[in-house]
Nanobody, 119 residues
Framework: QVQFVESGGGLVQPGGSLRLSCAAS????????MGWYRQAPGKQRELVAG???????NYADSVKGRFTISRDNAKNTVSLQMNSLKPEDTAVYYC?????????????WGQGTQVTVSS
């Protein structure tokens, strides 16, 4: 079955960096758009960044210039490098396969990884 396992979260001070990783299994990883999502307390889950199989990247305006998504099709992994973190980046971060046009997610949600930005 399809599974996503996220890791790399933690507590970091404002201005700091974290690198999140997601290991995918049970799907033909290389043919799917992969996305990173986040959900803050009391808010809806939102798309943060996406990467097509060919390497085209898409970012939410709130993270442009600070976050970088990358993927390794040989290892079935997708990563999110987060720099210049802000308190408003605090959320649980998830990865998932994404439908064409970023219309919907295609797999089950994993457990996510908590990112807390606080001094």
């Amino acid at each position: 079955q399809v599974q996503f396992v996220e890791s790399g979260g933690g507590l970091v001070q404002p201005g700091g960096s974290l690198r999140l990783s997601c290991a995918a299994s049970g799907l033909s990883f290389s043919i799917y758009i992969m996305g990173w999502y986040r959900q803050a307390p009391g808010k809806q889950r939102e798309l943060v960044a996406g990467c097509t199989p060919g390497g085209s990247k898409n970012y939410a305006d709130s993270v442009k210039g600070r976050f970088t998504i990358s993927r390794d099709n040989a290892k079935n992994t997708v990563s999110l490098q987060m720099n210049s973190l802000k308190p408003e980046d605090t959320a649980v971060y998830y990865c998932n396969a994404v439908g064409t046009g970023y219309s919907s997610t295609l797999g089950p949600w994993g457990q996510g990884t908590q990112v807390t930005v606080s001094s």
